[in-house]
């Protein structure tokens, strides 16, 4: 069971904005950087969003990260059918001393 | 561009041994630490070690402690993972991935290695 949390699922209309929870610890989200993953299907993962809210190289900026005390979001605006993906965040955990991620979200674009 | 090709997988049996190999080009490959990342089928992503630009330093994930061994090859820009007593629970996707300086974040790079243990 990972010890971030978020939603298993999420779904929102073409055009639309929606929202990705990751809820963490002290240990992790509390004191650490929060990086996110976008997962095609049948494909590796990539470096969405990286120590919270920046974007790499060549990421649209449709794509938004946030951090607020133990809790990080991922906002997708402008909706696309090509956002279908499994959404992942991740953090290094003082405690465990290693790389947590999240259970991962699937995005539904209806 | 961050290129890393992994290869090594395979099927083998339980409590059996293999190690996974990562090529890496397209950056200075011993200027960064570097991890493994696995996916079991269907499931979610799940850090497994991290190795720094010298070597010098190692981290596992709890699950394989003192069956799992990170290493690298800077003159042959190349990462390993050796894996022994494997269990069918270790039945994963394996990928490479540079971490990005300061950041703690994975660049990935290749599409992985399948490693099937199985009677």
């Known amino acids: 069971q990972s010890v971030l949390t978020q939603p298993p699922s999420v779904s929102e209309a073409p055009r639309q904005r929606v929202t990705i929870s990751c809820s963490g610890s002290?240990?992790?989200?509390?004191?650490?950087?929060v990086n996110w993953y976008q997962q095609l299907p049948g494909k590796a993962p990539k470096l969405l969003i990286y120590?919270?809210?920046l974007l790499p190289s060549g990421v649209s900026d449709r794509f938004s990260g946030s951090k607020s005390g133990t809790s990080a979001s991922l906002a997708i605006s402008g909706l696309q059918s090509e956002d279908e993906a499994d959404y992942y965040c991740?953090?290094?955990?003082?405690?465990?001393?290693?790389?947590?991620f999240g259970g991962g979200t699937k995005l539904t674009v209806l | 561009e961050v290129q890393l090709v992994e290869s090594g997988g395979g099927l083998v049996q339980p409590g059996g041994s293999l190690r996974v190999s990562c090529a890496a080009s397209?950056?200075?490959?011993?200027?960064?630490?570097m991890s493994w990342v696995r996916q079991a089928p269907g499931k979610g992503l799940e850090w497994v070690a991290n190795?720094?630009?010298?070597?010098?330093?190692?981290y596992y994930v709890d699950s394989v402690k003192g069956r799992f061994t990170i290493s690298r090859d800077n003159a042959k820009k190349s990462l390993y993972l050796q894996m022994n007593s494997l269990r069918a629970e270790d039945t994963a996707v394996y990928y490479c991935?540079?971490?990005?300086?300061?950041?703690?974040?994975?660049?990935?790079g290749g599409q992985g290695t399948l490693v099937t243990v199985s009677a």
């Open positions: 190795i720094k630009e010298d070597g010098s330093e190692k």
């Open positions: 002290n240990s992790n989200i509390g004191n650490n950087a």
């Open positions: 991935a540079r971490i990005r300086s300061g950041y703690s974040a994975f660049d990935f």
């Open positions: 991740a953090a290094w955990d003082d405690s465990l001393n290693g790389v947590l």
């Open positions: 397209g950056f200075t490959f011993s200027s960064h630490w």
């Open positions: 120590y919270d809210d």
